[in-house]
């Protein structure tokens, strides 16, 4: 960074075009006055292109105005060029479209007319589900009805008209975010790097998993770690990894002593340091610091790299990732963990009745049924304020594991004997 420089963020930049053409529009070129102001005022003002290239500009350069995303003046926080590029990539991504209207266009790839079985035993979820999703059969763009087994092999029987296959879903995000695939605090999980699981393309397979409850109407994880989000977001190279982060207890502890100045701490880890490519010779209280806060990025993201890669590909299922990556904040919440409080709204915001004419003695029967309903939802939100956890196990169970809050509403099937998995005997 130029001492008293003015920095220039910039976006759709041709490097192959010359940077300047003619406008046509007044905001547009209120936009080049402003950056060729600060290029008159600061002839070394530094300009920065989302492609990573940066040059120093002059009062005679011409920027595309399309291309201005924001400008620093000499107050705001100086971080450094790489720092700038990572954040203006992310700030570009981003265009707050609501996920629900994300996630139903995604599901228009989904082909009705076609279906992918799955036999799930209860018991072996993910051992179930990852064989289906492993034959040469399988479509991810199929329909997906689930017939759920039990101990003896036979179907439970349910016809699955979205119910049986949202339980699935929500089992398979749960067993598979529980399982060997993920290391870490429940709010903030890595990829767990396993070489069995490696050979077996597990961690191709979870990301299939994850891509496709998503599109399919269930759950998403919302465990993911931020920091293994941002990395699938923009790449794992710009991803800044805390000590904190790191989940071997042993290791996490060593290298916060090594960063507060302990180094006999560095002795305790020589050989994962040495492995990680951060090794150097202790010589002062800034080399251990920077030893220290190196480490973690390979602890957590380096040493799974393959795994990494791999998962990236199966989370690309259906465009899933692509969607991802231009609409980070809005899918943040449903690969991260987002702390969700029971209340009224929140809950009964999920349900949308189907009701009869208004004046029919259905109608005034539903009415009565919706009171009863409304009236239990506010108890709850007040035995919630009172944290009494007996009661609420259940509720909370479905309210925060189906997690289905922020991508698709629930419907009430009063009057479909199909839609609401009641089967009528035929008429001998």
Same mark, same amino acid.
């Given at each position: 960074?130029?001492?008293?420089?003015?920095?220039?963020?910039?976006?759709?930049?041709?490097?192959?075009?010359?940077?300047?053409?003619?406008?046509?529009?007044?905001?547009?070129?209120?936009?080049?006055?402003?950056?060729?102001?600060?290029?008159?005022?600061?002839?070394?003002?530094?300009?920065?292109?989302?492609?990573?290239?940066?040059?120093?500009?002059?009062?005679?350069?011409?920027?595309?105005?399309?291309?201005?995303?924001?400008?620093?003046?000499?107050?705001?926080?100086?971080?450094? @060029?790489? !720092? /700038? $590029?990572?954040? *203006?990539?992310?700030?570009?991504?981003?265009? #707050?479209?609501?996920? %629900?209207? +994300?996630?139903?266009?995604?599901?228009?790839?989904?082909?009705?007319?076609?279906?992918?079985?799955?036999?799930?035993?209860?018991?072996?979820?993910?051992?179930?589900?990852?064989?289906?999703?492993?034959?040469?059969?399988?479509?991810?763009?199929?329909?997906?009805?689930?017939?759920?087994?039990?101990?003896?092999?036979?179907?439970?029987?349910?016809?699955?008209?979205?119910?049986?296959?949202?339980?699935?879903?929500?089992?398979?995000?749960?067993?598979?975010?529980?399982?060997?695939?993920?290391?870490?605090?429940?709010?903030?999980?890595?990829?767990?790097?396993?070489?069995?699981?490696?050979?077996?393309?597990?961690?191709?397979?979870?990301?299939?998993?994850?891509?496709?409850?998503?599109?399919?109407?269930?759950? @998403?994880? !919302? /465990? $993911?770690?931020? *920091?293994?989000?941002?990395?699938?977001?923009? #790449?794992?190279?710009? %991803?800044? +990894?805390?000590?904190?982060?790191?989940?071997?207890?042993?290791?996490?502890?060593?290298?916060?002593?090594?960063?507060?100045?302990?180094?006999?701490?560095?002795?305790?880890?020589?050989?994962?340091?040495?492995?990680?490519?951060?090794?150097?010779?202790?010589?002062?209280?800034?080399?251990?610091?920077?030893?220290?806060?190196?480490?973690?990025?390979?602890?957590?993201?380096?040493?799974?790299?393959?795994?990494?890669?791999?998962?990236?590909?199966?989370?690309?299922?259906?465009?899933?990732?692509?969607?991802?990556?231009?609409?980070?904040?809005?899918?943040?919440?449903?690969?991260?963990?987002?702390?969700?409080?029971?209340?009224?709204?929140?809950?009964?915001?999920?349900?949308?009745?189907?009701?009869?004419?208004? @004046?029919?003695?259905?109608?005034?029967?539903?009415?009565?049924?919706?009171?009863?309903?409304?009236?239990?939802? %506010?108890? +709850?939100?007040?035995?919630?304020?009172?944290?009494?956890?007996?009661?609420?196990?259940?509720?909370?169970?479905?309210?925060?594991?189906?997690?289905?809050?922020?991508?698709?509403?629930?419907?009430?099937?009063?009057?479909?004997?199909?839609?609401?998995?009641?089967?009528?005997?035929?008429?001998?």
């Amino acid at each position: 960074m130029i001492p008293g420089s003015s920095v220039v963020m910039t976006s759709n930049y041709d490097a192959h075009q010359a940077p300047g053409f003619q406008l046509n529009e007044g905001s547009s070129r209120s936009l080049t006055n402003n950056v060729t102001d600060i290029c008159e005022e600061q002839p070394d003002a530094v300009i920065l292109l989302n492609d990573g290239d940066p040059f120093v500009a002059s009062s005679s350069s011409m920027i595309p105005a399309s291309s201005v995303v924001m400008m620093l003046n000499d107050d705001a926080p100086q971080a450094s @060029g790489s !720092q /700038l $590029i990572e954040e *203006s990539s992310w700030s570009l991504m981003e265009n #707050n479209r609501d996920i %629900t209207e +994300i996630i139903e266009k995604l599901a228009e790839e989904i082909d009705e007319s076609r279906v992918s079985y799955f036999n799930i035993s209860r018991k072996h979820i993910w051992e179930s589900a990852r064989l289906t999703m492993s034959m040469k059969s399988f479509c991810p763009s199929k329909r997906i009805d689930v017939k759920f087994m039990d101990d003896l092999g036979a179907s439970e029987g349910a016809i699955d008209s979205g119910g049986p296959r949202r339980e699935f879903l929500t089992l398979l995000m749960e067993n598979l975010i529980q399982g060997a695939l993920f290391v870490g605090p429940d709010e903030a999980k890595f990829l767990n790097f396993n070489s069995r699981s490696m050979q077996n393309d597990d961690y191709f397979y979870a990301g299939v998993a994850i891509a496709l409850s998503i599109v399919h109407g269930g759950p @998403g994880p !919302q /465990l $993911i770690s931020p *920091s293994l989000f941002k990395a699938l977001m923009t #790449n794992p190279e710009a %991803t800044v +990894i805390s000590v904190e982060e790191v989940t071997d207890p042993m290791l996490c502890t060593n290298l916060q002593r090594l960063a507060s100045g302990d180094y006999d701490a560095f002795n305790n880890i020589e050989s994962i340091i040495d492995m990680a490519g951060t090794f150097a010779v202790i010589k002062d209280h800034k080399t251990a610091r920077k030893v220290a806060l190196d480490t973690p990025h390979w602890y957590c993201l380096g040493r799974n790299r393959s795994a990494f890669e791999r998962f990236k590909e199966g989370l690309n299922t259906l465009g899933v990732l692509e969607t991802m990556q231009e609409n980070p904040s809005s899918f943040s919440k449903v690969m991260c963990h987002q702390p969700q409080q029971f209340t009224y709204c929140s809950f009964s915001s999920l349900m949308e009745p189907e009701l009869n004419l208004p @004046g029919s003695s259905k109608r005034n029967t539903e009415n009565l049924v919706l009171s009863f309903w409304r009236t239990l939802l %506010t108890e +709850i939100e007040v035995w919630n304020s009172m944290k009494d956890e007996n009661d609420l196990t259940k509720w909370n169970y479905f309210y925060q594991n189906d997690k289905l809050s922020d991508i698709m509403k629930l419907s009430l099937y009063q009057h479909h004997n199909e839609k609401s998995h009641e089967i009528q005997t035929p008429i001998e």
